[in-house]
């Protein structure tokens, strides 16, 4: 096993704070989020609700090849947005603005060396994004990259082959691919833990962000890398942008109840949503295998400001909390939450994924692609299928 500590994953991506904006310098604003272990990076529901940092140095983001001009220093310890001490996670974001030229092309990375104990690969880690501000050929306006994000760790049952699909979203209507992450390509997008050597053999990546894989040994982790590109049409092969997700895969024994607990969202699979209105909501976790086992967790990666009750027992069947959120004009845009439950057998819900569209003016309709997508068990063998997995296309979406 690899000596690690703390690190779970996560994401960068950014948008223009104005698509239609003129002249130079614009503003960007680029949003990371990151899990960690709770035992290591420990948050509380008080500092979630007074928007505090995590009480982690996770120094800067850096430049590849350098920053532009204006750029300035935009630190990567987050803010605490979510705990599962159950799920022993913590979960943080923060939204940065800076002020940059037109034209610019470079990228931004967080870089460390602390991934938890992993069956493969090392402790370090590199989350690189690719940033793009020239004007689009197809619109001449800016680009926006897209949003995606996935819960870590998900819990594979072993000798059992899981489809994990990413969640992905895009406001600019464009077709969407994935990848592994590699460091070979110029810049370096996954340090020590570069698929598809970091991942049990025979673990596959389609272009739609579907992955399966197999895991063969109960208690091995692995680190999974990946990512996720727009095209302005299923011709191209040069992306406008590249974002960065990653997460940790673990392998846990086969419960004595084969029944997954499931989670249900009472809301809409993507909700438009204007700034200072409230959104309310319930989600809801079954359980399936009787009053022996019991919901011990709905997990969540959310955003700031997001308000949640504990979990709360309606019966031995039914549990749930209760989401709140008025969103800032800062968090214009897609913004996207998923959620689990997990049972007293270690066994997770798929995981569920939902968007919200947030607007100034109050846009009644979701732009662009909403993907959201869940963990799926598919078939109790070890063999993969030759099924040839597509692109997203979303033009019509």
């Not at 050597?197 to 895991?215: F, H, Q």
């Amino acid at each position: 096993m690899v000596n690690g500590s703390h690190f779970l994953g996560g994401t960068i991506t950014w948008q223009l704070q104005n698509k239609s904006a003129i002249g130079t310098p614009v503003a960007v604003v680029i949003t990371q989020t990151y899990s960690w272990t709770y035992t290591s990076v420990t948050c509380t529901s008080a500092m979630i609700a007074n928007n505090q940092l995590l009480p982690t140095s996770a120094g800067n983001l850096i430049c590849l090849p350098s920053c532009p001009v204006g750029f300035g220093t935009v630190p990567a310890t987050p803010y605490c947005t979510d705990i599962s001490v159950i799920n022993g996670i913590t979960v943080g974001q923060r939204l940065d603005t800076v002020y940059i030229p037109t034209v610019s092309n470079f990228s931004v990375a967080f870089r460390g060396s602390a991934w938890g104990s992993l069956a493969t690969g090392g402790s370090g880690w590199s989350i690189l994004s690719h940033i793009n501000l020239a004007l689009r050929t197809d619109n001449g306006k800016y680009n926006s990259a897209p949003v995606t994000t996935m819960m870590s760790p998900i819990n594979i049952i072993v000798h059992e082959r899981t489809i994990i699909t990413v969640p992905v979203s895009d406001t600019d209507g464009d077709v969407l691919r994935c990848r592994w992450a590699t460091s070979s390509n110029g810049v370096d997008e996954c340090a020590s833990v570069c698929p598809p050597s970091s991942l049990p053999s025979n673990t596959t990546i389609y272009s739609n962000c579907t992955i399966e894989i197999t895991g063969n040994t109960v208690g091995n982790k692995y680190a999974v890398g990946l990512m996720v590109e727009d095209f302005i049409n299923s011709t191209s092969t040069v992306s406008l942008s590249s974002v960065p997700v990653q997460f940790i895969v673990k392998v846990i024994a086969a419960p004595s109840c084969s029944y997954r607990p499931e989670l249900i969202l009472l809301a809409e699979s993507c909700t438009p949503i204007k700034v200072n209105h409230t959104f309310t909501s319930t989600l809801l976790a079954i359980n399936n295998c009787g009053p022996t086992v019991t919901i011990t967790d709905i997990s969540t990666l959310s955003f700031s400001g997001m308000v949640q009750t504990s979990v709360i027992m309606l019966n031995s069947s039914v549990y749930y909390k209760n989401l709140t959120w008025t969103p800032t004009i800062s968090q214009v845009g897609y913004q996207v939450m998923c959620a689990l439950a997990l049972n007293s057998q270690s066994s997770q819900s798929s995981q569920y994924c939902f968007t919200f569209y947030v607007t100034e003016n109050g846009d009644n309709t979701c732009p662009g692609v909403i993907y959201n997508t869940t963990t799926e068990i598919v078939t109790t063998t070890t063999t993969t299928t030759s099924t040839t997995m597509s692109e997203i296309s979303t033009t019509g979406l």
